[in-house]
């Protein structure tokens, strides 16, 4: 369970709040009272969600975390009396839990993969299944830098202690292949390669496990997402950027479920999120605009 004083460092310095099991719910946005409820990331089992009408149940990438608010907060806006419980954790997790069953209207996955797999055994309304957004992969170093990294050279050094997501997590597969790019250019090779898995000491899975971990001075380093690095405030984390031949571009999709039984406002959410108003939230907090 997160500590009181984990919590307390995120709300002092206005890094995104990453609850643990422990929390059933967090507020959509703290500043507005009557915000919709987004359900807190966890590998449990899936809530329990029941059919509601004008109600959406969104299963969502657990790195959609700091945004989701603000998503949920501008889709009532658009569509009043339409209400967005958003569900995250991680895209490995949430397929699962839809294969099992879990009830959901909408599905959006930090990986084409899981996607395809859903895809295929026809879980999605046909034709539903698009595009949303994209991500990078960034390094983010607590803001004292105990590890003392001032490039990804310095991520091999002995001793450095670094947090990735595990490779079945989509931002792990995208951690994994960046590392192999680099380790293909002269300046880094096999060595950078082995010497950075050593110093490996936690594969979370969820990317906002490994920005918390960051974020407490608990690691070094961590591979996350850029949108993770543009939600903190300025100051209280630094950052690593990753050269763009050497990247991995994460596409983000949505689709709506065939076992929702809210497909009318399923289809509105949807609609909003790759409207103008939800691509700009979604570029604000560091994520690519389609």
């Known amino acids: 369970m997160a500590s009181d004083e984990g919590k307390a460092f995120f709300a002092k310095h206005g890094f995104p709040t990453y609850p643990d099991p ?32 004008g109600n959406v149940v969104a299963y969502t990438a657990a790195s959609l975390k700091g945004v989701s608010p603000k998503l949920a907060e501008g889709f009532e806006r658009m569509y009043p009396g339409h209400h967005v419980v958003i569900n995250l954790d991680g895209t490995q997790a ?9 009830y959901a209207d909408v599905f959006i996955s930090a990986s084409n993969s899981y996607t395809t797999e859903l895809t295929k055994g026809g879980y999605f309304v046909d034709g539903t299944v698009k595009p949303l957004t994209s991500n990078y992969v960034i390094v983010i170093l607590p803001a004292n830098n105990p590890g003392k990294i001032q490039s990804l050279s310095d991520l091999a050094k002995p001793g450095v202690k670094i947090a990735r997501a595990d490779k079945n997590v989509p931002v792990g597969t995208a951690t994994n292949a960046v590392i192999a790019n680099l380790a293909k250019k002269p300046a880094y090779g096999a060595a950078w390669e082995t010497s950075v898995n050593t110093n490996t000491i936690t594969y979370e899975t969820s990317e906002p496990a490994v920005a918390s971990k960051v974020a407490l001075g608990e690691v070094d380093a961590g591979f996350v997402y850029e949108s ?63």
């Open 228 to 290: 993770t690095a543009t939600a903190a405030k300025p100051g209280t984390i630094s950052s690593i950027a990753i050269p763009r031949e050497d990247n991995y571009l994460q596409t983000y999709t949505i689709g709506v479920l065939k076992g929702s039984t809210s497909k009318g406002a399923a289809a509105d959410f949807e609609t909003f999120m790759l409207s103008t108003q939800g691509q700009q939230i979604l570029k604000d907090y560091g994520f690519r605009a389609l």
């Open 22 to 53: 422990a929390y059933a719910t967090v507020p959509a946005a703290a500043a507005t009272p009557a915000a919709p409820a987004v359900a807190a990331t966890t590998s449990t089992p899936a809530p329990v969600y029941t059919y509601s009408e």
């Open 94 to 102: 949430l397929k699962t839990q839809v294969q099992n069953g879990a």
